[in-house]
């Protein structure tokens, strides 16, 4: 008899022989999130020694720099008591901890302050916890899988590279409309997938309203949208401030991607041993939250909200040495400054998005200029 094999590649092939090609959002949600073999159950993802870094892996600047725009909204907003702070896919816990520190100026901030952490991952979810036991006064967040269960209050929300591990359908434009591109075994090897286009209108291809240019690529993401949507309603509703940090599409065409050990990896070989991601369309969760009656910032390039918000004057101040620092030389925090801040590196291609309640003007970060 032979071995079972139990990689997510043969899993993927039988679901596709049973089922039929599935949709690329279907494949994403296996490859990433499947129970016993998904590339979040299984590997240990950030930083230097995992598949890639972000920017709270990179510099504890990034996530004190979100911790002064956390601090600075609230007030803006009255200093409500309690504040949901609500953080979307908090990874290996760094960017929050980083915020964390921060916010140790305001004792009244942290008594007012109930946190919330939206993570699917039971593996990441522990090392969030490990984290964030290792902090001073250590915050008492609570878990949850879905923003959905999160309780409603005035609430200001962080979001960083998670829009980009969510599920993306993607569409090619053709003669008799917008087709599904779909994943298929390949014929010629066992171990690799391809792409199908579906022959047929597929369910999602009622996400698109009209026909466009023959050979038009475009990506669809049903769960960030609905979750953009939940987030722009509770602002409505509850009033508060929302930060959405993520690498944008410089264009038309497809961009899932998959990288393993900080390299580029055909996202079609080896389900589950490479994280994917895709490119997040601003343009779609603007007008989406434009629509909810919230108002929208930006959105702007990443080293230029670092900028507004001081990131050089800290840089500066870890280089003499003041205040906590988790770096040791100089070297270390000038080239981490760069690659956050610098337009060839991640300054232009992550952009940033706030999505806040209306009275909020001269948000900090966005108006480099005209501030009061
Ligand atoms: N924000 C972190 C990690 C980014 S990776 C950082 O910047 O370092 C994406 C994170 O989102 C991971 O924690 C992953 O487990 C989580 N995630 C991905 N899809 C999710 C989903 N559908 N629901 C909840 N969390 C999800």
Redesign the pocket.
């Known amino acids: 008899m032979s071995p079972i094999n139990r990689t997510l590649a043969s899993q993927i092939r039988r679901l596709i022989k049973i089922g039929g090609p599935l949709t690329v959002a279907h494949y994403m949600n296996e490859a990433?999130?499947n129970p016993s073999l998904g590339y979040?159950k299984k590997r240990k993802p950030?930083g230097k020694n995992g598949d890639f870094i972000?920017?709270?892996?990179i510099s504890q600047m990034f996530g004190e720099m979100i911790g002064a725009w956390c601090l600075d909204c609230w007030q803006k907003l009255g200093s409500p008591n309690p504040i949901l702070l609500v953080e979307?896919?908090?990874?290996?816990g760094?960017?929050l901890s980083d915020l964390w520190r921060v916010t140790s100026v305001s004792k009244e901030f942290r008594d007012a302050v109930q946190i919330c952490l939206?993570?699917?991952?039971p593996t990441?979810k522990t090392l969030q916890q490990h984290q964030l036991s290792l902090l001073d006064s250590p915050p008492s967040p609570v878990w949850y899988?879905?923003l959905s269960e999160v309780p409603d209050g005035t609430i200001l929300m962080v979001a960083?590279?998670?829009f980009d591990?969510?599920p993306v359908h993607q569409f090619v434009s053709g003669d008799a409309g917008w087709r599904e591109r779909m994943v298929d075994c390949d014929p010629d090897d066992p171990d690799r997938f391809r792409y199908v286009i579906a022959p047929n209108p597929t369910p999602a291809t009622s996400y698109l309203s009209e026909s466009s240019d023959v050979g038009e690529e475009v990506e669809i993401s049903p769960?960030g949208l609905t979750i953009a949507l939940e987030v722009a309603t509770r602002i409505s509703k509850c009033r508060g401030a929302a930060l959405i940090v993520d690498f944008s599409s410089k264009g038309a065409g497809f961009s899932l991607q998959a990288v393993r050990e900080h390299q580029y990896h055909d996202p079609l070989v080896a389900p589950g041993e490479a994280d994917l991601a895709c490119a997040v369309n601003f343009e779609q969760l603007s007008s989406l939250a434009t629509k909810s009656g919230v108002s929208v910032h930006g959105p702007l390039g990443q080293g230029e909200f670092l900028r507004s918000l001081g990131i050089d004057r800290r840089a500066e101040n870890l280089m003499k040495n003041t205040g906590f620092d988790r770096t040791n030389s100089t070297n270390d925090i000038n080239s981490q400054l760069r690659r956050l801040t610098e337009p060839h590196l991640m300054g232009e291609l992550f952009k940033v998005l706030a999505i806040t309640s209306n009275e909020l003007r001269n948000l900090p970060g966005f108006c480099a200029n005209d501030c009061e």
């Open positions: 990433l999130h979040y950030f972000t920017a709270p892996e979307l896919g908090p990874g290996r760094t960017l939206i993570e699917k991952s990441l899988e879905n960083n590279e998670f591990a969510l769960m």
